[in-house]
Every structure is written in C-alpha cells, then in structure tokens.
C-alpha cells in the first residue's frame, strides 16, 4: 500500500482546490458529497441525504447525549442534520481546510456552531482523546487512506465501551481483478481499495461486534452514473467555473467507478458495528 502521507496528500490537494469546491457545491450541492440512496425523481443532493437519514436511523442509540465523531466530514452536511434532529453534539475530522471554512460558515447560518466543532485533521491521527466519543460516523472516507488498518485502531482509542461505528466506502470486493479496478486505484493514487472480508476481520480483531452490513452496490452505480450524466448535461455552464481539465477528468473517473461496479468489481453499503 502506498505511504499514507502521501495518499492523504493527493485528498487534501485535490479537496482544496477551487475546481473541486465549485465542483461540488453546484452538483453535489455542498452539503453531503457521498453516495445516494435513490428514488425516482430524487436529486444528487436529497439522494445523498437519504443516506444519512438510513444511517441514522440504523443506530442503537443516537440522541441529546450522544457524542459523535464524523470522519472525513466533508462539508459537515451530515453533522448539520444529526445536531438538528437530535439534538447530539458532533465534532467535524476533515484533511481540506477549504471544505472545513465552508463547513463552519455552514454551521453559523443554521444556527449550530455551539453543537458543531470542526477539526482540520486525519482519520489517520485523530486529535481527540481516548474514549471520547458514543459514535464515530464516516461516509465514502476511508478509501483516501493509505493507512487504513490506522484508522481502524484510532476509531477503536477515541470510542468508549459500547460504543458504535457506522461507515459506508466504496470497496472491491474480498476476490477481485485488480486489472479491471486498475482504473479506479489510479483515480485515487492507491494501489487497492478495502473490501468487506478486511473490515469484518479487522474489527473482529480488535474485539467489535457486528451489527449489521446493508450492502447496497446498485445505489453506487446510479450515483455516479447521475453525477456523471449532470456534468454532461451542464458541461457549458460549468467549464465557466472549472476547468475543462477538471471536468473530463472526472466524467473519465466517474466512468471507471460505472465500469468497475458493473464487471462486480466492486461493493457499497452502510456497515455497523459496535465496541
């Protein structure tokens, strides 16, 4: 696996420039930049919410007195709905600083900064202390990591006992052809992704129960079928505001991820388990 620093250096570049803030403020719609749960007629961004809506839902315990820790926080649109909605306090672990500004301004216009702290940071190295939080969340995160056994033990030293973890990521699967995600590992700079067979044994060795695994691998292939087709459809309009390099480079990528999902390449869902 390639050295982490230099994984999570090609993530923060990439999420710190301009190409990409605009990028996904205008497709995505700057709040939850992940996969989507989709129905007909849904957008990107009620899609994308729909995830953290199931992903709410499947937790044992998420309330007022809940502390959560969400890594790779994006611009922290999960965390703005987990504090309304329930009331709970969420710090924010995110490597690009210019989605962290976005995530703050974010939180002041919703009226929750008081239940919002956002870190500039690594999942690799959390700046939290040991057992600090109830719940750690994460949403399509983990693959930027050239660490990722790392992340596994940081999330083990920051929960407390009883505590729950829910992620999804897009990952291969445990027997793949990595000619065919070749593609996809070279979008990313990495030499693989994570599959479920790692997460089960590696939460299985430090001692987490698993509570549920809801694979939904269709969704990814809508999802970035759906971002695709919207750059197509909008090429004009955006090419303004990001640069065409940009813009091929991602309809390319998106691409891969489509061809990879289709040869069974590859498997996504909302994993759970617990301390």
């Given at each position: 696996m390639k050295n982490r620093n230099a994984a999570e250096s090609v993530a923060e570049n990439y999420y710190d420039s301009s190409d990409a803030d605009i990028f996904y403020e205008r497709v995505w719609g700057g709040e939850d930049i992940h996969i989507g749960l989709y129905e007909s007629g849904l957008s990107i961004f009620e899609a994308s919410r729909k995830t953290v809506e199931l992903m709410a839902t499947t937790l044992i315990t998420l309330d007022e007195n809940s502390r959560v820790l969400d890594l790779g926080a994006g611009y922290g649109g999960a965390a703005r709905y987990?504090?309304?909605?329930?009331?709970?306090?969420?710090?924010?672990l995110n490597l690009s600083e210019t989605q962290n500004e976005r995530n703050r301004l974010l939180n002041k216009e919703h009226n929750l900064a008081h239940k919002i702290s956002v870190l500039h940071g690594s999942f690799e190295n959390v700046p939290c202390d040991n057992g600090s939080f109830d719940i750690v969340w994460s949403q399509d995160a983990f693959l930027h990591s050239g660490d990722r056994p790392q992340i596994l033990q940081e999330i083990d030293r920051v929960l407390t006992t009883g505590g729950e973890i829910i992620f999804t990521d897009p990952m291969q699967i445990d027997f793949c052809d990595t000619d065919a995600l070749q593609p996809v590992y070279d979008r990313l700079d990495l030499e693989?992704?994570?599959?479920?067979g790692f997460y089960q044994a590696y939460f299985g060795k430090l001692g987490f129960k698993?509570?549920?695994?809801?694979?939904l691998t269709d969704q990814l292939g809508v999802h970035y079928s759906a971002v695709r087709q919207q750059i197509l459809d909008r090429y004009e309009e955006l090419v303004v505001d990001i640069?065409?390099?940009?813009?091929n480079k991602m309809?390319?990528?998106l691409q891969s991820w489509i061809n990879a999902k289709e040869a069974e390449q590859l498997v996504w869902g909302v994993l759970h388990y617990k301390r």
């Open positions: 987990l504090a309304e909605k329930y009331g709970c306090q969420v710090t924010c693989s992704l994570s599959s479920p698993a509570l549920s695994s809801n694979i640069s065409p390099a940009y813009l309809i390319t990528g």
